[in-house]
């Protein structure tokens, strides 16, 4: 019987597969990454918003605890944006005509909530809780960088899922004392300079019996 086929046609078929999963590899490889970049999860964007609000002004100038906005951090699952009331508690006294505090007047008068722009904003599939985090040790630095060095609001961290497990895998490495969870300025070194995480985040692990879940359900309910 006469050959269909040239002899070089298994070859053919064989590098055709062959280059047809290494393409549809690479395109997974590249979808699975795309969230790590930096320019797509918008680590280090500031985005304008209705009133330039600077937390370095506010933390590092005036002094402010991130409490005195943020009231329900240690309590619910959501820190809260502070209502307009908390802003005119000291705007109703100082820069009482500044353009830029238009839409926090506006707001005062008429009832309707600034409609900001989020920065750490999580899918709509994943818990996260706050009060949790803060009750045992986890400072606002760790998540949220160092925010009182931020003149607008910007993201530290991409807070994706390899991110987020990397602290529940090694809570030591992160944990703090509670008392010092809203502190900007804590860094862990001893009186001679030497870095004191390891055994200072070993300890506190067991003092407040930290032993946080890797399983799926923990943060996809």
């Known amino acids: 019987m006469a050959q269909l086929f040239p002899r070089g046609s298994n070859a053919f078929a064989r590098m055709s597969i062959i280059l047809v999963l290494i393409v549809a590899g690479t395109a ?10 930096e320019y797509v999860s918008d680590v280090r964007v500031a985005k304008e918003q209705p009133v330039p609000f600077s937390h370095k002004h506010h933390v590092t100038g005036i002094g ?4 005195y906005c943020h009231t329900s951090v240690e309590e ?31 707001s005062y008068r008429t009832d309707k909530s600034v409609e900001w ?10 818990y996260f809780n706050h009060s949790i985090h803060v009750a045992k040790g986890v400072g606002c630095q760790t998540c949220h960088g160092q925010v009182d060095q931020m003149p607008l609001m910007w993201k530290t961290n991409t807070l994706n899922m390899e991110w987020c ?3 529940h895998r090694a809570p030591e490495k992160f944990v703090r004392p509670k008392e010092e969870v809203f502190n900007m ?15 200072l985040g070993a300890r506190l692990v ?7 879940s890797t399983d799926c359900s923990t943060c996809h309910r």
Request: glycine share 2%.
């Open 165 to 167: 497990l990397e602290c």
């Open 76 to 106: 619910s699952a959501f820190a809260n944006i502070p209502p307009v009331e908390t802003c005119m508690t000291c705007h109703s006294q100082i820069w009482t005509e500044s353009p830029l505090l238009e839409p926090i007047r506006e």
């Open 185 to 199: 300025a804590w860094n862990p070194v001893d009186d001679h300079g030497h870095d004191v995480q390891a055994t």
């Open 28 to 37: 997974i490889t590249i979808l699975l990454n795309t969230n790590r970049l």
């Open 64 to 67: 402010l605890d991130c409490r």
């Open 206 to 212: 067991k003092e407040y019996k930290i032993n946080p």
């Open 117 to 126: 722009v989020r920065i750490h904003d999580l899918p709509d599939f994943v």
